[in-house]
């Protein structure tokens, strides 16, 4: 049964960045109050990139495609499938994957979508995973892209500073030699109203709420018991342990919830890729970018052993294996 071995990774941020000050001070002028201490001590965020109106996350996934594909030596003409994980999609349908897939001029690869919000990423990757050791593809284009920002509520300060936009992709291909190790996903649907966007099209109309609301606390604590039960539960899948990894590149949503999740797991900081700082949370985009931003300057490696997490909305969460 081959492996899927990833080989290679690309990402793209939109070029407007905010700053937190730059943020406070716009929030400001409705009344709304926040800092740059405030959000820096709660989150570690510093600033994030947010997409021009009118930019939809297809775009932004074709450039990190386009950046995967050039980093992996394939051509978008020998893929034989896409998935594309995100909760902004451009339409109800046809599926971002499908407008990627012309954008990138393959055709023929089956191209879907999988929306399991800030797990995303690591549900698409487990999927692909899955089509490659059955032999049904053989080189897989699995992307996270998000335009967050146009579903967050500006007037909400709990939520607004948290998110920002961005896409991340990563080219799988079949291989003897080990890739992908273990993967599991989970979801628990009773935990639904912690985290989501209750709103849809009804007679052609909105209906509902179109922002993002959530129980932060709820949520954060959902986030690192969950986390910690997947790094165990897929490490002991794969005969490994913990000890074993040379990467963790968890969602990146706070950087206490990564910091917490590094101790009660053991793993020194220094094993441990952080981008929230600067990218804030992309949602299905955080991983592929955390982990593009690692490969490329140098510190993920040929025989790393890296562990992915996703964790958010549904409630979902997740963790994939992979040797590089
Ligand atoms: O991708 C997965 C989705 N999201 C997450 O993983 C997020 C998980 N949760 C979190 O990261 C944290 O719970 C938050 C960062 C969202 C909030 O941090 P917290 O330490 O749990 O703060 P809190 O919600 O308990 O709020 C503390 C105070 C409140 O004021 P009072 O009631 O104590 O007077 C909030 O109103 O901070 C206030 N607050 C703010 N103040 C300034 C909330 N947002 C802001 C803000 N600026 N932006």
Redesign the pocket.
């Known amino acids: 049964m081959p492996y899927a071995k990833i080989i290679g990774s690309g990402g793209y941020l939109p070029p407007r960045v905010v700053s937190n000050d730059e943020l ?1 001070a716009e ?1 400001a002028t409705r009344q ?4 740059d201490a ?2 820096t001590e ?2 570690g965020i510093r600033q994030r990139h947010i997409a021009d109106p009118g930019v939809t996350s297809s775009q932004l996934a074709v450039k990190a495609a386009q950046h995967a594909l050039a980093d992996a030596g394939v051509s978008a003409e020998e893929l034989d499938l896409i998935i594309v994980a995100t909760s902004t999609p451009d339409f109800i349908f046809p599926s971002t994957a499908c407008l990627v897939q012309a954008e990138l001029g393959n055709k023929g690869a089956a191209a879907f979508d999988v929306q399991a ?2 797990s995303g990423f690591v549900y698409a990757l487990t999927t692909a995973d899955s089509f490659i050791r059955s032999g049904r593809a053989k080189h897989a284009l699995v992307i996270g892209a998000e335009v967050f920002s146009s579903i967050l509520d500006w007037n909400d ?7 920002g936009d961005g896409a991340g992709a990563v080219v799988l291909k079949a291989s003897e030699e080990p890739g992908i190790l273990e993967a599991e996903l989970n979801a628990d649907g009773s935990l639904a109203n912690i ?1 989501h966007v209750a709103g849809n099209v009804v007679d052609g109309k909105v209906t509902g709420d179109p922002f993002l609301r ?1 129980d ?5 604590k959902q ?1 690192v018991t969950a986390l910690a039960a997947s790094a165990q539960s897929v490490c002991d899948k794969a005969g490994v342990s913990l000890e074993e990894i040379d990467w963790m590149v968890p ?1 990146q ?2 950087v ?2 990564i910091n917490f999740l590094g101790r009660k797991l053991k793993l020194s900081d220094d094993k441990v890729v952080i981008t929230v700082d600067q990218h804030a ?1 992309t ?1 299905a985009a ?1 991983v592929p970018l955390a982990f593009d931003a690692a490969r490329r300057d140098g510190r993920i490696k040929q025989g790393d052993l890296v562990l992915m997490q996703g ?3 549904g409630f979902t969460w997740g963790s994939v294996l992979a040797r590089m």
């Not at 300060?157 to 998110?163: N, P």
């Not at 932060?216 to 954060?220: L, N, P, T, Y």
């Open positions: 406070a929030l709304i109050e926040t800092s405030w959000i709660r989150t919000v800030c300060r709990g939520t607004c500073v948290l998110f985290l959530m932060g606390q709820a949520v954060f986030a969602h949503a706070n206490r919830i949370n949602s955080s964790v958010g909305g």
